[in-house]
């Protein structure tokens, strides 16, 4: 392993070397210790290297989820010298064909969930494939249905002995992920190893991670979040615990179980615990850490957090996939943060070591201190772009006016308030929204509702869409009880007429899209399907 040049499964191999014995995944009543996490990788690996067509790409899919196959099955693939290609079989099938077809993989490791799933997902897929699906002794039902491809049950599985590491290169793909495109066609981030292992470095550190540590991982593996969790920990010698699905139900309950240490998760997942009044004072002792990422965390739940977890340090971190996991991060501080805290919602704070932010108008030139922009980043963390998308790889990476280096644009609007103090969340860009030709930031109005609702999550979305913007807005209020008439009077006190709600709606449990965060898009079908029923009926 010396020789080998430095990639996402390095941290990996020397804590196998380290710490053979010790868990290195724990999912549902089973523990994995890293020797037999490692055998079972490179014996998949072994075995699609004697199997698969010497022409393919170098990317392994994994249509896997929640299960020793899936970890394995991630580790394989980079045994192998590839980057991993994680398929959800909770996605849409079609969806899932799209990804595979898209991301041209010729090798596939398939666990239970996937297996059933393999009808609809291979239906139109002319490439022959080699899948292997380590948990079925008996794979001829798959070989006579499509004999086109190549079926590799448990009794193929080669000796993990028989594994020779494949090269990698460090500026070579670790994982390809695709994200939602606005166009609806998936977009295929490349993120390559020295993206993923400068990020590694740098929490490894910050969380002083040891052996003794045990992560949540409340993520998908097709959510980069994902990717902390597995990495940061078997850096380290650490643990992973999945949970189960019956146990992501049970979240508190899970934490005390699995004497999870480092918490990580989306501030919905807090947000649905305090509902659920799990969040009691001194509830997780045990917690070292707890991070959140991925969406605005409110202040409020964090503060019920931290009393929860009273050892605990808090921090939020934010980043798209395009800038590898998270490329800024806040630490939370009791008597300070409140007041650095901006519509109810906690900093994002300051970028890694070594990456460098720009706050841009719409033409990409810096705005000053305490105005508002377009977060832009670069550094170490920045990925290769769009897998075969050159378009989207130039409209999104770009070099701005003056500057040398290629940039991201994340399309999310920030402001730094003043010298020395804290990057501020504002929302998505295209939260920004035209009503009545009047420039609305619906981040603001979310924070009056949630202050006047006393409410955790509020959502303000603009309805009736015009071409333009929107003729007006509508709120949904995360409750199954309310005065609405009263709360909404109370909202207009404290708002201009054009950013009134005309309507409020209870809303007890807010759909989440498959990353787990607050679903807009779900919300606004609501609107759209009721207004669809109501000319109907009329």
Known sequence: MGSQARSV???????????????????????????????????????LDAQAPADELPLTAVFAHRSITAYAGVLAGLHRGHGYVPLNPAFPTDRTRAMLVRSGCRSLIVDGHGARQLEEVLDGVDTPLVLLLPEHDDVDAFAARWPAHRFLGRGALLDAARWQPGPVDPNGIAYLLFTSGSTGQP??????????????????????????????????????????DMFVAWERGACVCAPTQSQKML????????????????????????????????????????????????VEVLQKWAEAA?????????????????CTLYRWDGERSPSESELGVVPIGE?????????????????????????????????????????????????????AETYYRTGDRVRRPAPGRPLVYLGRMDNQIKIQGYR???????????????????????????????????????????DIAAVRERIIARLPPYMHPSELHLVPEFPLNANGKVDRKALLQRLVDAAAAAKEGA
Not at 211 to 228: K, N, P, V, W
């Open 9 to 47: 499964r390095t941290g990996f191999l020397r804590s196998v070397e380290r710490f053979p014995d010790r868990p290195a995944l724990q999912l549902g009543g089973e523990t994995l210790s890293y020797r037999a996490l490692s055998a079972l990788a490179a014996s998949m690996a072994a075995t």
């Open 187 to 228: 977009k295929g981030v490349m993120v390559a190893h020295r993206n993923v292992t400068h990020f590694v470095d740098a929490m490894v550190e910050r969380y002083a991670v040891t052996e003794h540590d045990r992560f949540s991982q409340t993520f998908d593996l097709t959510f980069d979040l994902s990717a902390f």
């Open 251 to 298: 979240p508190g309950k899970y934490v005390t179980e699995c004497g999870i240490t480092i918490w990580f998760s989306v501030p919905s997942t807090a947000v649905l615990m305090s509902r659920l009044r799990i969040l009691k004072p001194g509830k997780f002792p045990g917690l070292r850490y707890s991070l959140f990422c991925g969406e605005a965390l409110p």
């Open 310 to 326: 009273p050892a605990s340090v808090l921090e939020n971190l934010y980043g798209p996939t395009e800038l590898t996991i998270a």
């Open 351 to 403: 970028p890694y070591p070594g990456m460098k932010i720009l706050v841009a108008d719409e033409q990409l030139n810096e705005v000053p201190v305490g105005e508002t922009g377009e977060l832009l980043m670069t550094g170490p963390q920045l990925t290769l772009g769009y897998w075969r998308d050159a378009e989207r790889t130039a409209a999104a990476f770009v070099v701005p006016p003056g500057r």
């Open 440 to 482: 609305v930031e619906l981040g603001e109005i979310e924070a009056v509702m949630r202050q006047e609702a006393g409410v955790e999550v509020a959502i303000a979305v603009g309805w009736p869409v015009t071409a333009s913007g929107a003729d007006g807005l509508v709120g949904f209020l995360g409750t199954d009880r309310a």
